[in-house]
T-cell receptor
Framework: GQNIDQPTEMTATEGAIVQINCTYQ??????LFWYQQHAGEAPTFLSY????GLEEKGRFSSFLSRSKGYSYLLLKELQMKDSASYLC?????????FGIGTKLQVIP | DVKVTQSSRYLVKRTGEKVFLECVQD?????MFWYRQDPGLGLRLIYF???????EKGDIPEGYSVSREKKERFSLILESASTNQTSMYLC??????????????FGPGTRLTVT
């Protein structure tokens, strides 16, 4: 099975950088996903890491270390609209397991 | 743009009723999924399907069944709704290569209340 841990809540200031960590234990691994979910809306796909290292996509970057079972999502130049939950998810055989999510509040 | 649609945004049903939740995707994806999302518990997989007429139980299949008669459509059925099935239900689809799954595209969700 899969076990995924991420902080429940974080607060950061507009314009700053925030790092959201995710650790996982898995019996099968096909990549690490990050999703963004605004309140009352469906999750939307942000990033996918299958190899170790950093993947950069605009203001968002995601890092993976498979040997450590560790990933983080880095958000730069925070904007108010980045206030949302960020879900870490581990891909396995035929399905994906989601963490509970980290609720990020961006304050002025 | 990938489009996943769900039949209702909000639904109110009575205990014991049979409930159908429909999901349609337009991207010719092989894999489709049904989740429920509850505060403090996150997204939990109910059932998934990797091909027409194929279905697999997820982590919490009790009290639910599914149907996939066409590739683009995946239905979730609550045979006899109960109050503990009050939740947000999310459908998703995903391309695949073999048995592995990739990024998922979610529908807008159905908030079901069972009274």
């Amino acid at each position: 099975g899969q076990n995924i841990d991420q902080p429940t809540e974080m607060t950061a200031t507009e314009g700053a950088i925030v790092q959201i960590n995710c650790t996982y234990q898995t019996s099968g691994f096909n990549g690490l996903f990050w999703y963004q979910q605004h309140a009352g809306e469906a999750p939307t796909f942000l990033s996918y890491n299958v190899l170790d290292g950093l993947e950069e996509k605009g203001r968002f970057s995601s890092f993976l270390s498979r040997s450590k079972g560790y990933s983080y999502l880095l958000l730069k130049e925070l904007q108010m609209k980045d206030s949302a939950s960020y879900l870490c998810a581990v891909g396995g055989y035929q399905k994906v397991t989601f963490g509970i999510g980290t609720k990020l509040q961006v304050i002025p | 743009d990938v489009k996943v649609t769900q039949s209702s945004r909000y639904l109110v049903k009575r205990t014991g009723e049979k409930v159908f939740l429909e999901c349609v995707q337009d991207m010719d994806h092989e894999n489709m999924f049904w989740y429920r999302q509850d505060p403090g518990l996150g997204l939990r997989l109910i059932y998934f399907s990797y091909d027409v007429k194929m279905k697999e139980k997820g982590d919490i299949p009790e009290g639910y069944s599914v149907s996939r008669e066409k590739k683009e459509r995946f239905s979730l059925i609550l045979e006899s709704a109960s109050t503990n099935q009050t939740s947000m239900y999310l459908c998703a689809s995903s391309p695949s290569q073999g048995a592995w799954t990739y990024e998922q595209y979610f529908g807008p969700g159905t908030r079901l209340t069972v009274t």
